[in-house]
């Protein structure tokens, strides 16, 4: 099967071509556009902050969300990565309400897969509160498996793309938590994660901004979700003994070289 795509670039840190560039050392897949923001937002920020390369890819537009446009959207996702320093941000115009894995949708995240090339991958769990989520994990898983095959052929701005699968497969949290494999201490940059999560202001709460009246009301638009949020990284920290954490799952075991690897000091 061929496939020639022109994915939708919302933000690139810097003016290079269209072409494949140096792969990026971590990719979030997200069905929304503020998804990876309040999921795993503090490891994109760690990540960055540390020189890493992280680029987001975001299947749609959240044009079925109750409040905001897609062009709202588009500029508060702009906005969040310039916070985030992402290397690049993407949406692939999958129909919101609609992800399924579908050969195009498919072929789209194997686009994103193979340009950028990452050694680790962070997407949605298998089961949560909003069905795209859910569908988006069950595309994502899809496309890592077809991403390695050869006679899948993807053309992305004119350059056929090489195959490719992640090294490393995780597993954000969104609404509904489940019992993490892993924590990550995010403490340094819990207000950068804030920041990225405030600047999509027609979706959530921004302590000190006027609110819009006329916008309906959303489990993520009121200030008890904000504490929530809040709270459970205070509650993932505290299991690993530091002050802010984000927890995640493996797909696969995770194994090490040697028990000497558990010595370093970092490992909690």
């Given amino acids: 099967m061929n496939f020639t795509l022109s994915p ?3 933000y690139r840190r810097s003016a290079t ?36 390369r992280v680029a987001i890819v975001e299947c749609t537009q959240g044009e079925m969300g109750s409040r905001g446009t897609p062009d709202i959207r588009r500029v508060e996702a702009a906005e969040a990565a310039r ?22 949708n498919v072929a789209k995240v194997v686009a994103a897969l193979r340009y950028f090339r990452p050694n680790i991958l962070l997407f949605p769990p298998v089961f949560e509160r909003h069905h795209d989520h859910e569908n988006a994990h069950r595309l994502v898983r899809t496309a890592y498996f077809q991403s390695g095959l050869s ?8 350059q056929n793309l090489a195959t490719y699968r992640p090294k490393r497969l995780f597993t954000y949290m969104q609404t509904y938590e489940f019992e993490p494999d892993f924590y990550v201490d995010v403490s ?11 600047a999509h202001a027609s979706q959530v709460f921004v302590p000190g901004a006027a ?23 205070r509650h993932f920290g505290g299991k ?7 927890g995640f799952t493996s797909v696969e075991p995770l194994g090490f070289g040697s028990m000497s690897d558990l010595l370093a000091p970092d490992f909690r």
């Fill in 17 to 52: 071509a269209n072409t494949p560039a140096t792969p990026v050392d971590m990719l979030v897949i997200a069905a929304h556009p503020d998804d990876a923001e309040l999921s795993c937002g503090g490891v994109v920020a760690q990540m960055t902050a540390e020189g890493k």
């Fill in 83 to 104: 916070i985030l320093n992402l290397t690049e941000r993407w949406n692939l115009h999958i129909p919101d309400g609609a992800i399924d894995a579908s050969p195009e």
């Fill in 211 to 233: 609110q819009n009246q006329n916008e309906p009301q959303t489990l993520i638009s009121s200030p008890e979700f904000l504490e929530y949020l809040k709270a459970r990284a």
């Fill in 188 to 198: 340094a940059h819990f207000e950068t994660k804030l920041q990225s999560y405030y």
């Fill in 240 to 246: 690993i003994g530091v002050e802010y954490a984000e």
């Fill in 8 to 10: 939708d670039i919302i």
């Fill in 151 to 158: 006679k899948l052929q993807i053309e992305v701005f004119g």
